[in-house]
């Protein structure tokens, strides 16, 4: 079933992008600039244009194999893609969405799994101190990934180099920060409904 002729009735994750990003993957007409440029397609499971064409196919089940790839994880979200692109997709802000929606739906690929905890870590450190905290970035992420003597060593190096604080410089109204994120996660929510 392709995506034109999908039923209005069903909503798809496609509508999803384009009412949560504004993301119109049926501009894409397959030049593959998108992949040619991009510094980790070596590493994907599914380049980006492949990713834009899964879409615009809308075979059976496109949204778990898109949802669980490992690609999605992987992108750095440099932003070569976009710039390169002649159409203009925002494949960036395409793949943060399919992020967020591939831990809403617990799609995850395994591989990410310890992308998926730095992630977490570094929103988590963001949200609650309102910069990155390096010293508890790496505690988390260490506590969540269970990667507990790796790097070890260069901790005490970094520190007497001032390069890791021991505690947190907080920035000033830290409840506006908070509210940024409700926000962005309710609209988030909002989007998908």
Known sequence: MSVAT??????????????ATGVSVSRCYQCGKCTASCPLADEMDYTPSHILRLFQLGLDDYEDTILGAYSIWVCLNCETCYARCPQEVDIPRMMDFLRAE???RKKVNPRAKDILSFYKTF???IHYTGRLYEVGLI???KARSFHLLQD???APRLFFLGKLKLFPHLIRNRKSLSRIFKKSFSKRQEAVK
């Open 6 to 19: 999908k039923e209005e009735s069903g909503k798809t994750i496609l509508n999803d992008l384009y009412e």
């Open 102 to 104: 591939s831990v809403r």
């Open 123 to 125: 929103l988590d450190s």
């Open 139 to 141: 505690a988390a992420y």
């Open 152 to 154: 070890v060593l260069m």
